[in-house]
């Protein structure tokens, strides 16, 4: 299953991701990134537009 992965170790806490996501499925709480999976359609807006790579989506054990 393939799945948004946020590498909290990389990212900058710019929200930009939060921006660009017409599903509204990344929010920002305080300077933590929350992904809603329940919206999250996969679609990579996010991905290309986060300057250094903390966000990728990858396949994931869903075990």
């Known amino acids: 299953m393939k799945k948004l992965v946020h590498d909290k170790t990389k990212?900058?806490?710019c929200a930009g991701c939060?921006?660009?996501c017409s599903k509204m499925?990344?929010?920002m709480y305080g300077?933590?990134?929350q992904i809603?999976?329940?919206k999250?359609?996969?679609c990579g807006l996010c991905t290309n537009t986060c300057p250094v790579g903390a966000?990728?989506?990858m396949e994931v054990d869903d075990a």
Do not use: N, P, W
Request: proline residues 0%; aromatic residues 4%.
């Open 36 to 38: 809603d999976y329940e």
């Open 55 to 57: 966000l990728k989506i």
């Open 40 to 42: 999250c359609v996969r």
């Open 31 to 33: 300077l933590d990134l």
């Open 25 to 27: 499925a990344l929010d």
């Open 18 to 20: 939060v921006g660009v």
């Open 11 to 13: 990212c900058l806490k």
